[in-house]
Nanobody, 130 residues
């Protein structure tokens, strides 16, 4: 049984930073494609970023709205993926979800597609005040 547990959300002022963590359990973590998505009230769950490690290569994907401000990283020894969020804006306010895909994924475009992910965490609230 795969479980994903997000943490690190909270309230921050605009311009501030937060780091979200997502700890995975239940299956081997190396090689898993990990994604971050977010959902604001009344909106769909949107892609934020993803990381894929295959062999010695790592591929990153980011939404245009967060590129340059958010950074994804992973620690396979801790089965954890991180989302470092800097220069936060009020429009970043949402529930943030991590997602995992244990099958291989071939394209960056697929990494952006929430339908490609098999497991989801419960989400963590991020609120950015102006």
């Amino acid at each position: 049984q795969v479980q994903l547990a997000e943490s690190g959300g909270g309230l921050v002022q605009a311009g501030g930073s937060l780091r979200l963590s997502c700890a995975a359990s239940g299956r081997a973590f190396s090689g898993v494609v990990m994604g971050w998505f977010r959902q604001a009230p009344g909106n769909e769950r949107d892609f934020v970023g993803a990381i894929r490690t295959r062999g010695g290569d790592t591929t990153y994907a980011y939404a245009d709205s967060v590129r340059g401000r958010f950074t994804i990283s992973r620690d396979n020894t801790k089965s954890t993926v991180y989302l470092q969020m800097n220069s936060l804006k009020p429009e970043d306010t949402a529930v943030y979800y991590c997602a995992a895909r244990f099958r291989s994924i071939t394209t960056v475009q697929a990494m952006r597609n929430r339908a490609e992910y098999d497991y989801w965490g419960q989400g963590t609230q991020v609120t950015v005040s102006s």
